[in-house]
Nanobody
Framework: QVQLMESGGGLVQAGGSTTLSCAAS????????MGWYRQAPGEQRGLVATITRGGNTNYADSLKGRFTTSRDNAKNTVYLQMNSLKPEDTAVYYC??????????????WGQGTQVTVSS
């Protein structure tokens, strides 16, 4: 089965920084777009950032300038650098990868989520 393994995060002080990583493994399909969503308790999941295999990025407007996503295609790994963290950034962060085979979309794989808690 395809597996997305997330790491990083944890407890961070307001104004601090942390980096999340997510590596896709266990698939023969092509990993295309990857990215991040987040969900706070009692709230719906929202976009954080996406990045194509070629490096084109898209961010939630409110997060531009603070969060940066990047990837290592050789490792099928996506990263999220989070700077100037605020308490409202506290959420479970989920990574995803869009999988393609024979030039067609197959499925989106999702990580289990990693908790980021920003203390004031």
């Amino acid at each position: 089965q395809v597996q997305l393994m997330e790491s990083g995060g944890g407890l961070v002080q307001a104004g601090g920084s942390t980096t999340l990583s997510c590596a896709a493994s266990g698939t023969n399909a092509s990993v295309n777009a990857m990215g991040w969503y987040r969900q706070a308790p009692g709230e719906q999941r929202g976009l954080v950032a996406t990045i194509t295999r070629g490096g084109n990025t898209n961010y939630a407007d409110s997060l531009k300038g603070r969060f940066t996503t990047s990837r290592d295609n050789a490792k099928n790994t996506v990263y999220l650098q989070m700077n100037s963290l605020k308490p409202e950034d506290t959420a479970v962060y989920y990574c995803y990868a869009a999988l393609y085979s024979e030039g067609r979309w197959v499925k989106n794989a999702w990580g289990q989520g990693t908790q980021v808690t920003v203390s004031s």
